[in-house]
């Protein structure tokens, strides 16, 4: 694979800003971060750290260039129906609990923070593909500057993530007593709806391309 570039900081400049895009795009992770953020000032370090978990031996795989099993159509549509199952279940249940959630100890999503990063994390298919492709390339390049570079980008990746997720329930567990229970229904029940729409994706999509449909 070519290198996009043999200038170290511009490779970690464009490391960042790819990493940020695909951290910040709303996913049912974040829906779980925003969910525990509401009890949990820090929920967002634990949520990173239960991402950190599955991320991490992710990228090691791809070192040893094993990305070429993400990119089979039949894995492809084993983890879109399993990861799409998840989210829709969780998706439905955060919606019919979204007036309820906030006055009650029971969550759509019944574990600790880091195992909500774990879970969210290993079932969302569009995490798997992007590291099959965007971030394979990613750690492809940083390969070009060695070993510890490659490191050093893994660590300055999960960064990415701690920063935005820490940020998300700092946010949300300093703001929650402005919301009314109007406000907190259209969020957890928006938080809700993205889960059942990331499911379906999920779902369809290796689905008609296994069928030979797209």
């Known amino acids: 694979m070519l290198e996009f570039t ?22 049912p992770l974040f829906a779980a971060t925003v969910e ?14 239960g991402h950190g978990l599955v991320e991490f031996p992710l990228m090691a795989l791809i070192v040893v260039s094993l990305d070429y ?5 039949y894995v492809k549509l ?10 829709l279940f969780l998706g439905f249940s955060m919606y ?12 759509s999503i019944p574990y600790g923070p880091v195992a909500a990063g774990v879970i969210t994390t290993s079932t969302n298919p569009y995490f798997l593909l992007w590291w099959a492709t965007v971030g394979a390339l990613l750690v492809f390049n940083a390969q070009f500057f ?4 490659v490191v050093v980008f893994a660590i300055v990746h999960w960064s990415c993530d701690l920063g935005w997720y820490t940020l998300t329930t700092f946010v949300v567990f300093r703001t929650k007593h402005l919301w009314t229970p ?29 069928l030979g449909l797209l």
């Open 6 to 27: 043999e200038n170290i900081w511009v490779f970690f400049a464009s490391a960042i800003f790819i990493s940020l895009t695909g951290v910040m795009m709303p996913g």
């Open 182 to 210: 109007r406000v907190h229904a259209i969020i957890f029940g928006s938080c809700g709806i993205l889960m059942v729409a990331f499911g379906e994706y999920f779902i369809l999509g290796p689905t008609l391309t296994a």
């Open 96 to 107: 019919e609990g979204r007036k309820n959630l906030a006055i009650s100890r029971k969550e």
């Open 146 to 149: 060695g070993p510890v570079i």
């Open 69 to 73: 099993v993400f990119e089979n159509d």
């Open 78 to 87: 084993g983890i879109g129906l399993v990861g799409g199952t998840l989210m």
């Open 36 to 49: 525990k953020g509401y009890k949990d000032e820090k929920a967002g370090i634990k949520v990173a750290l």
